[in-house]
């Protein structure tokens, strides 16, 4: 009975080894460095695209041709005829009549128009283009800030999960090196079968545990896959090495967050284009004052019965055209009045965000030296449970430790190398959140 318990469990745990080495082993996969994976994130990435997308089109709004500083310049030209019987009496009597007179007009001419001065308006307009361009620099920066961070903290997750990955097998390696063990102490009665029992068990659950963290972690790459714009099905390793900034470059680069946040240059932008939108509504209550000019060639044919049968004129003429709203029934004023009280809310705007950057910035400045306290003691204890470990499986093998309790060490050992895992990279995304309050996430190395 016993030699048959044995060749059970002997057969279950060759079951599981194969069971489990499909998923543990594989072809040598491409190793996507984080370099690479920024890389196709700015190249490919779909939100990135359409903010680049949206300030080319305000590029191209704050261009010289947008201003209204050039001329306007048109051509016209027409041609006309006209058949119809006609008879025309003159002073004297004579009496003239034509069965089908035909008349031929061609004409041609080519105007220009210059506004000479408008009040500034075309200035302060051809400014708030540029101004609103510069805008979407900054929004298109802040969304790269933001995918950054969502690349990273999906990376990082990756690479969480490849480390665990490999905790949970050398985990399982440990059980099942238990197992074989007390299988071999049982055959010759140094073992109870209730610890051949708790260490198939043990390794049934460890090797569910590896198995679902194998796929979490293919689900996992398929959302960076997303992130990437890239086929899904690809498959990859990352590199799980991390480097901490510097406790000094963090304080140096703390300084830079009142000038350098996207956020705030954003809100100073949004100031600099409602002060001109004011100063370009104010430039509507001035007189205007614009140059036409023109350059004409006329063609007719006439019947017999005009004074004349042929007539071409050619010639240019230019002219001085002022205008001066003098009152629209008050709506330019009504929207002086609403301009500068937008450029009040604007400056409001701009105070509540440096308070809230500042409140984040602080708040992010805390959360990485606590994250970075919290990494180092669970590697501490991680040294601790791993001596544990250790003594415990020693104590064992002297029949000093019952199996259960030296599950429990394995089981300590194995939370306390997944939670320093994690703690890990939670504490590089506290530093890479930390230095886009800054300003200076895209000028680090990952």
């Not at 745990?13 to 994130?41: H, N, R, S």
């Not at 031929?104 to 302060?124: A, E, H, P, Q, V």
């Not at 400014?127 to 903290?153: A, D, G, N, P, W």
């Not at 791993?386 to 430790?401: A, D, K, P």
Request: hydrophobic share 40%; charged share 20%.
């Amino acid at each position: 009975m016993n030699n048959g318990m044995v060749r059970c469990s002997t057969i279950l745990m060759v079951f599981l080894v194969f069971f489990v080495a499909p998923y543990a082993q594989g072809q040598v996969l491409e190793v996507l460095t984080k370099e690479a994976a920024l890389a196709q994130m700015l190249e490919h990435n779909f939100g990135i695209k359409i903010s680049q997308n949206t300030a080319e089109q305000a590029r191209n709004n704050a261009q010289i041709f947008n201003s209204g500083y050039l001329p306007t310049v048109s051509a016209n030209s027409s041609a006309g005829y006209r058949r119809e019987d006609q008879e025309v009496t003159f002073r004297d009597g004579a009496v003239t009549e034509v069965s089908g007179a035909e008349t031929k007009n061609l004409s041609t001419s080519i105007n220009l128009n210059y506004t000479l001065f408008d009040g500034l308006g075309r200035m302060y307009n051809y400014k708030r283009l540029k101004e609103s361009y510069e805008l979407t620099q900054f929004q298109v920066r802040e969304t790269i800030e933001l995918t950054v961070l969502q690349l990273f903290s999906v990376y990082y997750e990756v690479a969480r999960l490849t480390e665990n990955q490999a905790i949970l097998q050398q985990t399982l390696d440990n059980t099942k090196d238990r197992l074989l063990r007390v299988s071999y102490g049982f055959d010759f009665g140094q073992r109870t079968k209730l610890d051949v029992l708790t260490a198939e068990v043990d390794m049934v659950n460890d090797s569910i545990a590896l198995m679902n963290g194998k796929q979490l972690l293919r689900n996992t790459k398929r959302d960076l896959a997303v992130i990437l714009n890239t086929d899904v099905a690809r498959d990859f390793e990352i590199e799980t090495d991390l480097t901490f900034i510097a406790a000094l470059l963090l304080e140096e680069s703390e300084v830079l967050a009142a000038t350098q946040n996207v956020r705030i240059q954003q809100a100073e932008k949004n100031k600099e284009i409602g002060v001109l939108t004011a100063k370009f509504q104010k430039s509507i209550l001035l007189p205007r004052l614009g140059l036409t000019g023109s350059y004409g060639w006329n063609e007719g044919l006439f019947p017999a019965t005009g004074f004349a049968t042929k007539s071409i004129t050619s010639g240019a003429s230019a002219g001085l055209q002022l205008s001066w709203n003098l009152f629209d029934g008050g709506m330019s004023r009504t929207a002086l009045r609403n301009s500068k009280i937008s450029v009040e809310n604007q400056d409001l705007a701009l105070a509540q965000i440096r308070a809230e950057v500042q409140k984040d910035l602080d708040n992010a400045k805390d959360m990485v030296s606590i994250k970075r306290q919290i990494h180092g003691l669970l590697q501490s204890s991680v040294v601790t449970a791993q001596n544990n470990y250790e003594r415990s499986l020693e104590r064992f093998g002297l029949g000093q430790m019952t199996s259960i309790e030296l599950r429990q060490a394995q089981v300590n050992l194995l939370n306390a190398q997944i939670s320093a895992n994690g703690a890990k990279y939670q504490a590089k995304l506290a530093e890479l959140e930390f230095l886009q309050q800054t300003g200076q996430l895209l000028n680090v190395t990952f």
